[in-house]
């Protein structure tokens, strides 16, 4: 079958066009006249063209509403566009989500904007060594997938600051957090240092600082912050912390 410049002389539904260089659409022959499928109606005798057909009438239907369906040249455009942004967006999504979690490990991470002042619950004089009672908490919120907990904390130096001639720690909470809980981690230790260290006898005040260490279960490395301790004397001679006299 091919196209051909003679009418129709039978009833049905053919493609048409205006020209070899135009694009072609079904038209529909009844009688005398042609029904486009924009609704207009013409006399056959007045419509110039090429004809091809007749044609199935269902599969024109079919090729009519696949062209209904078929969006726009915009429309296509926004789609795609939408689609990337869509993809690109969950690529970032995805980037960050994997770069806070661990499948295979938890992530302890410390969270505070800044850590809060220790409590010194008391201080005393114990065998010529002077000895700070403390209670601390810091917060933390992990970010893994497997549960974990603060195993364990070191105080220790910190810089020139004077080294703690022992710690004794008391208590730390081992709480277990699931993934992206937070808590305030609690402990609560004893560190005796040489009182001539910590505030000489000529001395009236001084700050000097530890660094606490806070471990996972797995021995790894949680959050080493310095842990500030502001001491003066007393007028009665006792040593006293924060400007609370102990």
Known sequence: MSWTQDRPTQEGVYSFRRAKN?????VTIKGD???????????????????????????????????????????????SVAGR??????????????????????????????PPVPEIVETKLENGREVLHVKHSIAFRNYGLPSDHVDRIEIARDGLHPAPLEVKVLHVDGTELGWLERKE????ALIYFDQNDMLRPDEKERETTFRTYFYGSKGNEIYGGALIVYLFRCPDGRLCVNRNPI
């Open 33 to 79: 006249k042609v029904v486009f499928d924009s609704g207009n109606i013409k006399d056959l005798v007045n419509v110039k063209g090429q004809w091809l057909g007749p044609v199935d009438p269902s599969e024109h239907l079919r090729n009519k509403k696949r062209q209904e369906e078929k969006p726009g040249f915009f429309k296509r455009c926004l789609q």
């Open 85 to 114: 942004l869509v993809g690109a967006i969950g690529t970032i999504f995805l980037a960050i989500l994997l770069s806070k979690l661990s499948i295979t490990e938890s992530k302890l991470v410390y969270v505070g904007e800044r």
């Open 185 to 188: 981690i609690k402990y609560e």
């Open 22 to 26: 135009k694009p072609p659409q079904q």
